[in-house]
């Protein structure tokens, strides 16, 4: 299997950057997800290694050779999309044989490889099915088997389950993942869903802007992210703008907020200087609810609760006139006054950032 080079690769439509000094590099049988909002460059990045465009600068290597020259039919790769597009008029089975029909490869050939494949989906016995008969999760799955019945080095998804019901996507991606490993591919998946993302990728590539933001593993950019944006847009995050007020033994800092709030923080990711503008950064989950003043608390009241399954979902507005969301398993009144205290194990602190946190933050 390859492994995949991008080296500072920028493309521009017009006066239009899609794509800006882009340096990536895919392992030999990595699942890398490509995760951003709209119209960030994902799709443009695929098309720059697949061949359907060609990059205004930089390389894509593959197996140390350079293929930005090379057709798209001479790339090896196979791709999955969104819109299912098997043949209607075709059986299940000569769709996910037509690759090897197009290589030219014996019809005795064909079918094994063809029942090999949708064995590996569990569809063997669907398989003198039209597509029309089979549910939209089939259908799916039988476009994934006729991508890997075409047996090239590259498995490119592009968004292949997002169009299917929200149970169906969740156990086909546990599927795509058993497949590819399985297998031992080397997978590129573009999607916008980051609870997909996060639950089967062995890395995740942030992309923001057509510029790559942050590349981690699925627990690295959600416990230790390095970016503000990384921060809010994988999960959800809270975030207060202070300064700090006085540098404490043993990384403890007393840190301001708006209303001459003030609380005592642990900081574990980063040494700061007195007056310094930092941004406090921390997950729902990570807020402890309390009754009772403490010097890592400030003081607030819930004024909205959604009730979720698993947890209740608190809208607290705290002394500082910040509103923040907490998660919690405890019933609480609307408009009881609480303290919320930060674990400081999984906030991270940020330098405030020059052109203003709203800057930063935005999607787009």
């Known amino acids: 299997m390859p492994t995949i080079q991008i080296k500072g690769v920028s493309k521009l439509f017009g006066r239009i950057k899609a794509l800006e000094d882009v340096n990536l590099t895919i392992e030999d049988g990595e699942y890398l997800f490509i995760l951003g909002p709209s119209g960030c460059g994902k799709t443009t990045l695929i098309n720059c290694i697949t ?29 999955v999309f969104q819109n299912i597009a098997l043949f209607p008029h075709m059986t299940v089975e000569q769709n996910v044989a037509y690759g090897p029909f197009v290589k030219d490869i014996s019809k005795e050939k064909q079918t094994e490889i063809s029942n090999k494949m949708l064995k590996l989906v569990d569809l063997l016995e669907e398989k003198q099915l039209l597509p029309r008969f089979l549910s939209g999760g089939a259908q799916q799955k039988t476009a994934v088997a ?76 959600y416990e230790k992210p390095k970016t503000l944006f990384t921060m809010n847009f994988v999960g959800e995050a809270n975030f207060l703008e202070g300064r700090v007020k006085q540098k404490l033994p ?11 709030q003030y609380i005592e923080l642990t900081i574990l990711n980063g040494d700061f200087e007195t007056d310094e503008s930092i941004v406090v950064a921390f997950r729902p989950e990570n807020v402890a609810i309390s009754f009772e003043d403490h010097l890592d608390a400030i003081s607030g009241k819930i004024i909205r609760e959604q009730f979720t399954g698993g947890y209740i979902r608190y809208e607290v507005e705290l002394a500082t006139e910040d509103k923040i969301i907490v998660d919690s398993r405890t019933a609480l009144d609307e408009k009881q006054k609480v303290f919320i205290r930060i674990d400081p194990q999984s906030t991270r602190i940020f330098t405030a950032p020059e052109f203003g946190l709203k800057k930063v933050l935005e999607l787009e």
Do not use: C, W
């Not at 060609?54 to 791709?79: H, Q, S, Y």
């Not at 991508?147 to 299917?164: F, G, T, V």
């Not at 043993?250 to 001459?260: C, L, Q, S, T, W």
């Open 250 to 260: 043993e990384n403890v800092y007393r840190i301001e907020f708006r209303n001459r």
């Open 51 to 79: 061949g359907i465009v060609i990059p205004t600068d930089g390389d894509i290597v593959i197996d140390n050779v350079k293929v930005n020259d090379l057709p798209i039919e001479n790339r090896e790769f196979a791709m």
């Open 146 to 221: 006729r991508a890997l019945a075409n047996d090239e080095k590259l498995l490119i998804l592009d968004e292949p389950i997002s169009a299917l019901d929200h149970k169906v996507r969740v156990a086909l991606r546990y599927e795509l993942r058993r497949l590819i490993k399985e297998l031992g591919l080397t997978a590129m998946h573009i999607t916008h869903d980051q609870e997909e993302a996060m639950s089967i990728a062995d890395r995740i590539v942030i992309l923001r802007a057509g510029k790559i933001v942050e590349v981690g593993t699925p627990r690295e950019l």
